[in-house]
């Protein structure tokens, strides 16, 4: 039983896990493209979908309730990306 209460207690203590940024570097020539997805709470929900290229940067989606919804964005984006000619490939930063 003592086992039993020392696993709960260490388990509650255990900080749950952050969600990972995920990076998505496109580039064409010496001209790079990025598509990010942050979590700003450092948890699957709130999300947004950053984009970044030369000319500046953006956020073009932001989702509050639907886990899954920025990630599917960033995925459709950087297919379409890839469709214009762009070399797409994807990292996963872990939150600081």
Do not use: D
Request: glycine letters at 8%.
């Amino acid at each position: 039983m003592k086992g039993i209460a020392l696993l709960a207690t260490l388990l509650a203590a255990t900080p749950a896990l952050a969600a990972e940024s995920i990076v998505y570097r496109c580039g064409m020539g010496n001209v790079e493209r990025i598509i990010a997805v942050h979590y700003p709470h450092g948890e699957a929900l709130p999300c947004e979908v950053h984009y970044s290229k030369p000319e500046g940067s953006q956020i073009l989606w932001t989702a509050q309730n639907t886990e899954g919804y920025c990630e599917q964005r960033a995925e459709n984006f950087v297919e379409k990306q890839r469709g214009w000619g762009w070399q797409c490939n994807k990292e996963v930063a872990k939150p600081e």
